[in-house]
């Protein structure tokens, strides 16, 4: 959520910045006149409290003379009354204020690259080389139907599409996989590891700043008031929702493995085949709540943390960091990490790395106290970063593509042979 005295203080600078990312200067405009509206009735009340704490001193006087004060009585009533209706006007103009300020996203850093769309995204590196096969390459999903290490079709008997069945040693590479990003972050990265529920309340979800925006792409349990979380940024995050933490604590980093729900409504007519576009996906989360200065060097070290996995498993991939007009609602700046896909001879996203700075904290009322030097303690917003560590679906589809073998077999990672016991599939 934006900061609404930014809003107040500085219309022209966030219409600006908002302009960037393609969004309308109407919704600022409104703000901007509930806001006013809220201050006027506002210094309204402040000027009948002061009336009628006046009459109140005036009829204690009055009472102490032995007078008649029913005057001054009935017209202290008169003024509670006034303010009585103005105090459901500022409710009702705060509601407002805060509908409004649910779907303004944030404010992009001053140094990511202008753009209206991903096509003006920009390449920050490439690691790898794209390996040369001398036979026919399978995809995925050939792959996995002939090994029978997954099988889409009894998903979506079990559910629908989007929901993928793992079998045998499939299930098997993709626990090891998870159990390998986990032991990393934690004995390399200096995480600490989380196991959160997958459900999440309507406070949790707000927090996060998932909802109401982007309600139609969550799955929802009328009958209970719950979520399925779409990632466990909305879980972690709200370990320390309504928190003050410690400055000396400071940077908290979390990672967690759940699995994630998305309707992905809208999304008809884009990649949907097998881990292409899926609707359960598992993933290993990374959190950090840190201090807002640290916070942009955290991101560059967080999105070594997701690569280093990438280079250890020796996947081929590329960061992209996205332009203004490709920005998520929440992330001031974002990096995308992408596999190669040899099937489909593109990349595919695997990881987005992003600086939420303030936005999130503050509607999550996540807050540090900072030491000062004079002694005293001063009450800070802190800033939260999240990144996939990764999620499995389409780092998937990059393993089993670069591992197959000519004969239609895979041989598994170095890395990862220790959790699977076994080298080939």
């Known amino acids: 959520m934006l900061d609404i005295k930014l809003i107040r203080e500085n219309p022209d600078y966030v219409k600006q910045k908002l302009k960037t990312r393609g969004e309308d200067e109407a919704a600022i405009h409104r703000i901007e006149k509930i806001d006013s509206d809220r201050l006027e009735i506002l210094h309204k009340i402040e000027k009948l409290k002061e009336l009628r704490n006046k009459a109140s001193d005036d009829i204690a006087v009055m009472k102490k003379n032995k007078l008649d004060a029913s005057d001054a009585i009935a017209q202290t009533r008169i003024l509670g009354d006034e303010i009585k209706e103005l105090d459901s006007q500022i409710k ?39 390996k040369s096969f001398d036979f026919k390459v399978k995809d995925h999903l050939e792959l996995g139907k002939s090994l029978d290490i997954l099988d889409f079709e009894r998903g979506t008997k079990i559910t629908g599409s989007g929901f993928p069945l793992y079998k045998g040693k499939g299930a098997t590479l993709e626990r090891a996989l998870i159990n390998y990003m986990l032991d990393n972050h934690i004995s390399n990265n200096g995480y600490t590891e989380v196991l959160t529920p997958v459900l999440a309340n309507r406070a949790s979800m707000e927090a996060a700043e998932k909802v ?44 967690g493995f759940t699995n994630c729900f998305r309707r992905e409504a809208g999304s008809y007519g884009k990649d949907t085949k097998g881990f292409l576009r899926v609707h ?29 996995i990438l280079e250890s498993l020796g996947i081929h991939y590329r960061i992209i960091e996205l332009c203004t007009g490709d920005l998520g609602f929440s992330a001031s700046k974002c990096y995308d990490i992408e596999v190669w896909s040899y099937a489909e001879d593109k990349w595919l996203e695997a990881s987005s790395v992003s600086n939420c700075t303030d936005f999130q904290s503050r509607r999550a009322k996540i807050r540090f106290k900072r030491h000062g030097g004079d002694g005293k303690q001063k009450t800070e917003l802190v800033h939260i970063l999240n990144g996939s560590g990764l999620a499995t679906s389409r780092l998937m589809v990059a393993l089993l593509e670069s591992y197959q073998t000519n004969d239609g077999h895979i041989t598994v990672p170095e890395v990862l042979r220790k959790y699977t016991n076994f080298e080939r599939i």
């Not at 928190?243 to 979390?254: F, H």
Request: hydrophobic share 35%.
């Open 212 to 255: 109401p925006k982007f309600e139609d792409d969550m799955y929802y349990i009328e009958k209970d008031g719950l979520f399925a979380i779409p990632t466990a940024e909305v879980s972690i995050l709200n370990i320390h929702r309504d928190e003050i933490l410690k400055d000396e604590d400071l940077p908290i980093k979390y990672c």
């Open 92 to 130: 009702k103009l705060e509601t407002e204020l805060e509908q409004e300020l649910y779907f303004i996203p944030a404010l992009p850093a001053e140094n990511v690259p202008l753009g209206k769309d991903a096509t003006e995204n920009v390449e920050v590196r490439v690691w790898g080389e794209k």
């Open 280 to 308: 359960q996906f598992n993933k290993v989360e990374l959190i950090n709540f840190c201090k807002p200065e640290e916070s942009y060097n955290e991101m560059e070290k967080m999105l070594k943390d997701a690569t280093g």
